[in-house]
Nanobody, 122 residues
C-alpha cells in the first residue's frame, strides 16, 4: 500500500518561506518519479514541480527561481522549498508519484497524498 503524507504547510506573510515535506512508504521510493501539485479554491490542480529518478527537475514558469524540489532517497522523502511567497501561492499542496510520463500532467500520477495547506497573506 503506497502512502504519501505531506507536512510543512502553514500561514506565512508575503515574502516568507516554507518547506514542504512528503514522506513516502509502502514501496521502493526510487522506482517512481515524484511531483508537487497545488490547487486553489475554484481552480484546477496544477503541476508546480517534478523530479525524475536521476534527480533532474522541472518547474512551472511562475515558480522558477523561487521554489526548489528535492528528494532524499535514503529517507524516502520529497521536499519543496518555497521562497519569496506571494498571496497567489495560496493553495492546497499535494505530492504525487508516477511511473513515467509528463511530470506536469495530473493524469500521469498513480498515487497522491492528502495535501497540506499553504496560506500567504499580503
Amino acid at each position: 500500500q503506497v502512502q504519501l503524507v505531506e507536512s510543512g504547510g502553514g500561514s506565512v506573510q508575503a515574502g516568507g518561506s516554507l518547506r514542504l515535506s512528503c514522506a513516502a512508504s509502502g514501496y521502493m521510493y526510487s522506482t517512481y518519479y515524484m511531483g508537487w501539485f497545488r490547487q486553489a479554491p475554484g481552480k484546477e490542480r496544477e503541476g508546480v514541480a517534478g523530479i525524475d529518478r536521476d534527480g533532474s527537475t522541472s518547474y512551472v514558469d511562475y515558480v522558477k527561481g523561487r521554489f526548489t524540489i528535492s528528494q532524499d532517497n535514503a529517507k524516502n522523502t520529497l521536499y519543496l522549498q518555497m521562497n519569496s511567497l506571494t498571496p497567489e501561492d495560496t493553495a492546497m499542496y499535494y505530492c504525487a508519484a508516477r511511473y513515467g510520463g509528463s511530470w506536469s500532467s495530473v493524469l500521469e500520477y498513480n498515487y497522491w497524498g492528502q495535501g497540506t495547506q499553504v496560506t500567504v497573506s499580503s
